[in-house]
């Protein structure tokens, strides 16, 4: 009898362990992925770009288009990488010559909407990664 309790008590201590690693893995992936994305999106949003001269608007438009690219590689889920690559095509059209002015004006809910899952996102989870300042602080 008490050797089938010792090995009962061992099993669930074992299969405790277990649920646990296993629980707390993705977690880990999931934080670092997180980290990941927001450093990406820190390092966008920490550019100023120069606009300056004729092509400036172009040039800085293709800087962010890579930018967003890879932010896309980075998104933790089908929904930020979507958003990011929507971003991405916006100023693509102004890389390949359209003026910004029109670029903006013919802004479409598909990009307004990719502009709002990222800033979600981020909010929600960027602070938590140790990227960017706390929101929740005033």
Wanted: proline fraction near 5%; charged fraction near 20%; aromatic fraction near 6%.
């Amino acid at each position: 009898m008490r050797r089938f309790v010792r090995a009962l008590v061992t099993s669930a201590l074992i299969a405790g362990l277990i649920a646990g690693t296993a629980a707390s893995a993705p977690a880990r992936v999931a934080e670092k992925s997180a980290k990941k994305f927001c450093e990406r999106l820190l390092a966008i949003s920490s550019t100023v770009p120069d606009v300056s001269g004729e092509s400036g608007f172009a040039d800085a438009s293709a800087a962010f288009v890579k930018q967003y690219k890879k932010l896309a590689k980075a998104a933790p889920t089908g929904e930020l990488r979507k958003a990011a690559k929507t971003i991405a095509k916006y100023y693509g059209r102004i890389a390949d010559g359209v003026d910004p002015n029109s670029a903006a004006a013919s802004y479409n809910d598909n990009e307004i909407e990719a502009i709002a899952t990222i800033t979600e996102y981020s909010l929600a989870n960027c602070p938590a990664a140790g990227v960017g300042p706390d929101a929740s602080q005033p």
